[in-house]
């Protein structure tokens, strides 16, 4: 066989992009001779093309063993390290390079990248502005750039920087990505964001995260021009194992726990790979220590909601400690945090590695993820395992799909025990709601009227306050065709901060038979005056796949019942637990349309309303939905559990918490 002869072939086959004829030549080629350098080097490279980081790190580090100082396989090692999350070795490669080729551009960006996953912010700005000191048009260095000082929040000078990075090359589809995204969450520019991501998109249409980033760009703007077929294209990568959709953004859309699974696993492998980490010392205290990280210790949805439980736990039994990696805000949830917790530390600014390290010394037990793949995900920190038991709870309603989270904190009407296969961790089921409220959280004193709130005195008030992108076509016609049959009646939405929801959520409206000034947008205001303005509508209505969570908890706790149907996932599901724990299940429905008549049946009778209401008001603080300190002490027999398994030597496994 002359391997020499396959080896050009498959290099010929590379080049012109026909990846699958070549990487089986490339096989061929090793499995005569497994010492081919050339081979090892195209097919780690063709691997890391592939997405298949791991393969090639084992590829390109089999062929660095017989060339040491190739510069071009220690350029895609450090590339397929970085890819792994090993952003150490990553860097110490990419130094390698920078010695033997100082100045060499693709390096230096290469270590820039590397240092700023490790939190080497200064280094890393150092590696970027040398190569643009030496070459000012170099688009890679000013995309780098910008990425690294959004992070660092110095936002001017990163729009400055992409914008460098696309005038240098117009087609640069990650630059356009990140521009896009930078203009929408830090701009609130809808429409420059959009025309980014869709640009971004022709160019590279199968790029990470890009399609299902522009499908939720658009859903908070209501914009739904060819909605079906984006959704099943994101579906069909998400099947096809194509990483097209954050986690977050898919539980909008998604209706089956195993594509929730795949996605998460997906993401969350790829983004944060498990990392080496030490033993743990066998826990020898009385207490319990309890870590919680969050970036929302302040007025955010799970800030609020969580505001109870740190007070109500009992402290002669858990220590708790707080890990924040969002911004600090002091507002009255973070003051009451503090006071809540025996120590509370700030890891935001470290890396994961010394975020994890620095919980570590702390001796925690159990380590509590609030935010999962919502907000500040910071899930690199628990992939170095900094605590002997780790859990999810709260933040993120699907699997993480990672082997370093032990444990998930449900109910069995979020998580039926047959669906236990969809989720990576072990399933704790509490009694009840797994659903946590603040029996203290306030409402303002001051109740506006509904003039002051642009309702109509005598009007039937439908409400939703759910985010613009839970809501997709199918929800809103439903929604349409409830108005039609209450003649007169409104539908009081949040209008949020896209301008584009209202416009676009008129036309569909005029469009349905219901006019304009039927649909009614409210600002944002602070929690404790929306609670008071909510109790001016008459019937909160829910979505679909994606159920109201904390807005449900909102309506409820203000004396508005809501009706839910009950979706076929965990985001759909939770209005129903809710609505469950607090004995109100005649709100639940199996299917749209019998939501639609239970909807329009207590509009048009109002004693059924009225008896409703009623009930609702007894059970508010009789039934276990609001009952904070009760829900601390399910929780807590959880984390006793958790910790008495793992000291025991015994691994994760699915229980029950008995109600008590």
């Known amino acids: 066989?002359?391997?020499?002869?396959?080896?050009?072939?498959?290099?010929?086959?590379?080049?012109?992009?026909?990846?699958?004829?070549?990487?089986?030549?490339?096989?061929?080629?090793?499995?005569?001779?497994?010492?081919?350098?050339?081979?090892?080097?195209l097919l780690g490279m063709l691997r890391l093309q592939q997405g298949d980081s791991g393969e090639a790190v084992d590829l390109l580090g089999r062929a660095l063993a017989l060339n040491p100082n190739d510069p071009a396989a220690l350029m895609h090692y450090g590339l397929a390290l970085h890819g792994q999350g090993r952003f150490a070795q990553a860097a110490a490669t990419f130094d390698r390079l920078v010695t033997a080729h100082p100045g060499e551009p693709a390096a230096l960006i290469g270590r820039g990248a590397a240092l700023k996953a490790l939190g080497r912010d200064a280094a890393a700005l150092a590696d970027y502005e040398a190569v643009l000191v030496a070459?000012?048009?170099?688009?890679?260095?000013?995309?780098?750039?910008?990425?690294?000082?959004?992070?660092?929040?110095?936002?001017?000078?990163?729009?400055?920087?992409?914008?460098?990075?696309?005038?240098?090359?117009?087609?640069?589809?990650d630059a356009l990505q990140n521009r896009g995204d930078l203009f929408w969450s830090e701009r609130l520019d809808h429409g420059a964001a959009v025309a980014d991501l869709e640009k971004a998109l022709a160019i590279e249409p199968g790029r990470t995260l890009l399609r299902g980033s522009l499908l939720h760009l658009k859903m908070f703007a209501a914009d739904w021009e060819e909605f079906d077929r984006e959704v099943a294209l994101v579906h069909q990568g998400v099947r096809a194992g194509q990483l097209v959709i954050h986690p977050f953004a898919y539980q909008a859309i998604m209706e089956r726990p195993a594509d929730s699974q795949a996605c998460s696993r997906l993401y969350g492998q790829s983004r944060y790979p498990a990392q080496p980490f030490q033993p743990h010392a066998a826990g020898r205290r009385d207490k319990i220590r309890i870590g919680y990280v969050s970036g929302d210790f302040r007025e955010q949805a799970v800030g609020l909601l969580m505001a109870g439980l740190y007070e109500q736990h009992d402290k002669d039994r858990f220590e708790l400690f707080a890990f924040n990696t969002g911004d600090v805000r002091n507002d009255d949830i973070r003051g009451r945090a503090l006071a809540a917790f025996e120590r509370f530390i700030d890891i935001a600014?470290?890396?994961?590695?010394?975020?994890?390290?620095?919980?570590?010394?702390?001796?925690?037990?159990?380590?509590?993820?609030?935010?999962?793949?919502?907000?500040?995900?910071?899930?690199?920190?628990?992939?170095?395992?900094?605590?002997?038991?780790?859990?999810?709870?709260?933040?993120?309603?699907?699997?993480?799909?990672?082997?370093?989270?032990?444990?998930?904190?449900?109910?069995?009407?979020?998580?039926?025990?047959?669906?236990?296969?969809?989720?990576?961790?072990?399933?704790?089921?509490?009694?009840?709601?797994?659903?946590?409220?603040?029996s203290r959280r306030a409402i303002a004193d001051q109740t506006p009227s509904r003039a002051e709130c642009g309702l109509p005195q005598d009007a039937f008030v439908f409400c939703n306050f759910n985010n613009g992108y839970k809501l997709t076509p199918t929800t809103f016609a439903s929604w349409m065709r409830i108005l039609n049959q209450v003649p007169g009646s409104v539908l009081w939405l949040l209008a949020g901060n896209n301008p584009g929801f209202a416009v676009n959520l008129r036309r569909e409206a005029r469009a349905a038979g219901v006019a304009e000034e039927r649909l009614i947008f409210a600002p944002m205001v602070s929690s404790a005056q929306?609670?008071?303005?909510?109790?001016?509508?008459?019937?909160?209505?829910?979505?679909?796949?994606?159920n109201a969570h904390t807005t449900a908890a909102d309506v409820l706790w203000a004396g508005v019942p809501i009706v839910t149907c009950r979706g076929t996932a965990w985001p759909g599901r939770v209005a129903a637990s809710l609505l469950t724990a607090m004995g109100l299940p005649e709100l639940i429905c199996e299917n749209i349309a019998d939501a639609e008549a239970l909807a329009v049946r207590l509009a048009q009778h109002p004693e059924q309303l009225a008896a409703l209401k009623h009930k609702l008001a007894a059970n508010r603080l009789a039934t276990p939905l609001f009952d904070t300190a009760r829900f601390a002490r399910h929780m807590e027999a959880a984390y006793a559990e958790m910790t008495a398994r793992q000291r025991r030597g015994e691994a994760p496994a699915h229980f029950a918490v008995p109600a008590f």
Do not use: C
């Open 135 to 173: 070459d000012p048009r170099n688009p890679d260095a000013w995309n780098g750039r910008g990425s690294l000082l959004r992070n660092l929040r110095r936002i001017d000078e990163a729009l400055d920087s992409f914008n460098q990075a696309i005038a240098l090359a117009p087609d640069f589809a």
């Open 349 to 438: 600014p470290l890396s994961d590695a010394a975020a994890a390290e620095r919980i570590r010394r702390e001796g925690i037990d159990i380590l509590v993820t609030l935010n999962g793949y919502f907000g500040a995900e910071r899930l690199g920190i628990f992939a170095h395992r900094p605590a002997p038991v780790q859990v999810s709870y709260m933040g993120f309603p699907a699997t993480l799909g990672l082997a370093y989270i032990d444990y998930i904190i449900a109910d069995r009407i979020v998580i039926p025990e047959n669906e236990r296969e969809f989720y990576d961790e072990q399933v704790v089921w509490l009694p009840k709601t797994y659903w946590v409220n603040d």
């Open 530 to 546: 929306h609670l008071a303005r909510l109790t001016l509508a008459d019937l909160s209505l829910d979505n679909l796949p994606y």
């Open 1 to 41: 066989m002359d391997l020499h002869a396959l080896g050009r072939q498959a290099t010929a086959l590379h080049q012109q992009g026909r990846l699958a004829e070549a990487e089986a030549l490339y096989r061929q080629i090793l499995g005569h001779d497994a010492r081919v350098f050339p081979a090892l080097y």
